[in-house]
C-alpha cells in the first residue's frame, strides 16, 4: 500500500473518497485532541485499514506535546476506525523514553501499532540509539516507521555514501524486523522532502533496501502540486522500484 502523508485540516469526507480513488493508504498529521476529534468525525469505511496518524513531533521529549499526544490517544481509544499505525519522532535515547513508550503502548488498542520514527540524525550515534531502544521494547510490541529520506539525507551529511547506509541498514536485523511503516522522500545538499526523482535519492539503494525490509505501508512525505499528476508519478517511481526488485528476484 502506498500514499501520502496529508495534514488534518484537508480532511474531509469528500477528500478521503477522491483520495482513496487514486491512492490505496494515508498518513494523517495531527496537531492536537482537538484536531483529532474534528478528524474522527470524517473517518469513514473507506480508511479501515488504510490509515495512519502522524503525532506532534516532540512529544516524546517535550512536556506540553507528550501530553497533548495522551489525550489524542485517549480518543483513538473511542474511534470506530482505528488507525493501523501512531507515529511519533524519535530523536535519541534519553532516560525516560523507554517508560514513556511502554505506558503509551498501553493507552492503545493492541490493534494499533506504535511506530518511533527515524529523524535526519547529524550523529554517528543515532542509529545505535535507535537500535538499542528497539531491543529493549522488543516485548512491549514498539515498532519502528523507517524514513529512507531522513536515513539518506543525514547520513550523507556525516559523510557516508547511499551504499553505505543501505549496508549498515541491513546489518540492523533488530531494527528491520521491526518495522511496520516506512517513509520516503527526496532530498539535496540543501534539504529533503522534495519530489521523488528530483533529488539525490538512489534508485538502486531504495530498490535494495524495499527488498529486505518487510512489506509494510509506505507513505511518501512530498508535498503534491497535483494530485493525478505528480502525486501520481510519484507513487509510480515507487511501484515501478518495486516491481523492479520482484524481477530480479
Not at 507515529?87 to 503502548?105: A, P, T
Not at 493507552?107 to 535526519?120: D, T
Request: hydrophobic share 35%.
Amino acid at each position: 500500500m502506498i500514499g501520502f502523508r496529508v495534514p488534518s485540516a484537508m480532511i474531509s469526507s469528500s477528500f478521503l473518497h477522491q483520495y482513496f480513488k487514486l491512492f490505496d493508504f494515508i498518513e494523517i498529521k495531527i496537531k492536537n485532541e482537538y484536531d483529532f476529534l474534528s478528524v474522527q468525525k470524517k473517518l469513514n469505511s473507506e480508511c479501515l485499514g488504510k490509515c495512519s496518524i502522524h503525532l506532534p513531533k516532540r512529544m516524546l521529549y517535550d512536556e506540553f506535546e507528550h501530553n497533548n499526544a495522551k489525550r489524542i490517544l485517549e480518543c483513538i481509544n473511542n474511534c470506530e476506525v482505528y488507525p493501523v499505525n501512531i507515529v511519533m519522532h524519535f530523536y535519541g535515547y534519553e532516560n525516560e523514553i523507554i517508560s514513556k513508550l511502554r505506558k503509551l503502548r498501553k493507552e492503545v488498542p493492541k490493534e494499533v501499532s506504535i511506530c518511533i520514527e527515524n529523524i535526519q540524525t547529524y550523529s554517528t550515534k543515532y542509529i545505535d540509539e535507535l537500535e538499542y531502544v528497539i531491543k529493549r521494547l522488543k516485548k512491549d510490541n514498539i515498532s519502528i516507521c523507517m524514513d529512507l529520506g531522513h536515513l539518506m539525507y543525514g547520513g550523507i551529511k556525516l559523510g557516508y555514501t547511499q551504499i553505505e547506509l543501505t549496508r549498515m541498514l541491513k546489518s540492523k536485523r533488530s531494527i528491520c524486523q521491526s518495522i511496520k511503516e516506512i517513509h520516503i522522500h527526496d532530498f539535496n545538499v540543501q534539504t529533503d522532502h522534495i519530489i521523488l526523482s528530483e533529488g539525490k535519492l538512489d534508485r538502486k539503494s531504495v530498490c535494495e533496501i524495499l527488498q529486505f525490509l518487510p512489506i509494510v505501508p509506505i507513505i511518501i512525505e512530498t508535498n503534491v502540486r497535483e494530485a493525478e499528476k505528480d502525486g501520481l508519478m510519484q507513487v509510480n517511481w515507487v511501484k515501478e522500484i518495486l516491481n523492479y526488485g520482484n524481477t530480479e528476484n
